[in-house]
């Protein structure tokens, strides 16, 4: 079982950066792929970036190639998703998620286990 706790949102303004932390309890952390979600309001959630469990595999949606980055520190159990330029149309709920393959969270957007999401706003 793995818990996943996320902080790091808030409100910016557009240009702005911000960077996502996701805290997962559980002694297996390192053998997790790990994602990041998000899900805007009225719209379905939308897969934004994952990581394998080495670091070495790593997705990026199209939308936020060259100014998101993920990375992952597997001796504090913690991923993270730094965001740069943020745009208006980055506001959502961001949900981390952990899965035991890096296909699943990173290609299907599917997951074992989901955290309770932090909110983003990027005002204009």
């Known amino acids: 079982q793995v818990q996943l706790v996320e902080s790091g949102g808030g409100l910016v303004q557009a240009g702005g950066s911000l960077r996502l932390s996701c805290a997962a309890s559980?002694?297996?952390?390192?053998?997790?792929?790990m994602g990041w979600f998000r899900q805007a309001p009225g719209k379905e959630r939308e897969f934004v970036s994952a990581?394998?469990?080495?670091?070495?595999?790593?997705y990026y949606a199209d939308s936020v190639k060259g100014r998101f980055t993920i990375s992952r520190d597997n001796a504090k159990n913690t991923v993270y998703l730094q965001m740069n330029s943020l745009k208006p149309e980055d506001t959502a709920v961001y949900y981390c998620?952990?899965?035991?393959?890096?296909?699943?969270?990173?290609?299907?957007?599917?997951?074992?286990?989901w955290g309770q999401g932090t909110q983003v706003t990027v005002s204009a």
């Open positions: 559980g002694r297996t952390f390192s053998s997790y792929a």
């Open positions: 990581i394998s469990w080495s670091g070495e595999v790593i």
């Open positions: 998620a952990a899965d035991s393959s890096i296909v699943r969270v990173g290609k299907q957007g599917r997951s074992d286990y």
